[in-house]
């Protein structure tokens, strides 16, 4: 079977792999004080153009999700996130675990907007009885989307206008980031981003690496004291240096945008068979992954040879899925895929 269920099937970047090889009897000090992580660190803020962002890595994205989230609020606040928003539905409540609600709003295509922002902060403080209901202190959005969607430049700035009107940090979760970057029509880049989050992390897991997110803080308050939020949240790996070698990797030759680059443009090459056959796309994605909605003969004939992830039944005869790509999509694979596609 040739499994297209998600993007973190196979397990690193040969380049990464290698790297990991050679370092392997260094002697470094532990908890991501060494001097490959230094380095690291060093390659991410060249990247963000920006030399005052606090850089850490953790091993996954729910810990980089739930320790940040911790770490900023106060016992009493909640975070905003789209109804489709991970930590409102595939996190198993994980940031409710620590005691700080998922307040959702509706999705548009996996987005929420700066309106909804907005009107949500303006309704909660006109009710009189608001000091009893958690108030947003956060906004919480992917990018790219649970949908695969990108937010655009001018959304994102939208959003943090908003943000500042009411006070509330922006945190992007980045754990697919590399293939929203690299994504046809994107117009966020990674030190526009950096400059419109207060803390939004790098995501590698899902991206090349074996295990590892590289969270980056802007926010001065947020900085302070982080580390032992991720001791707390048991998201301090002792060998820490084995982020750091594969960041570093990932960030010297501009390696980590190859590869986001490459799966997002297997992913649309997919997309344009799949929509040419006439199926129907469910939404507008043009990164990694892509999700659509066939007869249940021809999922079944194409689930003879691939593996995919079913969403739903939308109808009777119907199945809804993804389609997910990855770093290690190679060209035979997705024209394979196609030429079935064009079989059906």
Known sequence: MIRFECDYTEGAHPAL??????TNMEQCCGYGLDPHCDNARALIRKACENDALDVHFLPGGTQANVTVIAAALRSHQGVLSADTG?????E???????????????????????????TYCAEYYADDTHDYIVPPAMVYISFPTETGTLYTDAELTAIRTVCDRWDLLLFVDGARLGYGIGA???????????????????????????????????????KKDFRYHMKQNLSILAKGRLMGVQFETLFENGLYFELGKKASAQAVRIREALAGKGFTPLGSSMTNQQFFEMPDEAFAKLAETYVFSVMRKPGPGRTAFRVCTSWATADETVDALIADINAL
């Open 184 to 222: 046809p029509g994107n117009d966020v880049t990674l030190p526009r981003l950096a400059a419109l989050a207060d803390v939004f992390y790098i995501g590698g897991t899902k991206v090349g690496a074996l295990f590892g997110e590289a969270v980056c803080i802007r926010s001065e308050a947020l």
């Open 92 to 118: 198993a409540g994980a940031v409710e675990h620590t005691g700080h609600k998922v307040l959702t709003v509706p999705n548009t295509d996996g987005k929420i907007s700066a309106a909804q922002i907005d």
């Open 86 to 90: 991970h930590i409102a539905v595939h």
């Open 17 to 22: 792999m290698q790297r990991l090889l050679e």
